[in-house]
């Protein structure tokens, strides 16, 4: 089992930033591949960005690429999401995830944490 916890969310206005933090436990993080996920209202779930085990790759979904950067650190069992240039239609709650496979897909990840609101205002 891995227990996952984000955090880090809150309101922020267009053009600001935010970075989101997911602390794992449970199980040897770095054997983990780890993906971000989010959610607005009314809205399906999209994928945001993976990066695999050690860090050494990352891959980004259409939202936030460019913009959205992920890293890792093994050591802390920590993810994280760093949000640039935020827009509006960015306001949605966060997921954090875990996958055992190479994936984009929410299906694919069994591991996930409760979400964290982002309300970016104008």
């Known amino acids: 089992q891995v227990q996952l916890v984000e955090s880090g969310g809150g309101w922020v206005q267009a053009g600001g930033s935010l970075r989101l933090s997911c602390a794992a436990s449970?199980?040897?993080?770095?054997?983990?591949?780890m993906g971000w996920f989010r959610q607005a209202s009314g809205k399906e779930r999209e994928f945001v960005g993976r990066i695999s085990g050690s860090g050494a790759t990352t891959t980004y979904g259409d939202p936030g690429k460019g913009r959205f950067t992920i890293s890792r650190d093994n050591a802390k069992n920590t993810v994280y999401l760093q949000m640039n240039s935020l827009k509006a239609e960015d306001t949605a709650v966060y997921y954090c995830?875990?996958?055992?496979?190479?994936?984009?897909?929410?299906?694919?990840?069994?591991?996930w944490g409760q979400g964290t609101q982002v309300t970016v205002s104008s």
């Open positions: 449970g199980r040897t993080f770095s054997s983990y591949r």
């Open positions: 995830a875990a996958a055992t496979r190479v994936s984009m897909r929410a299906a694919d990840y069994v591991y």
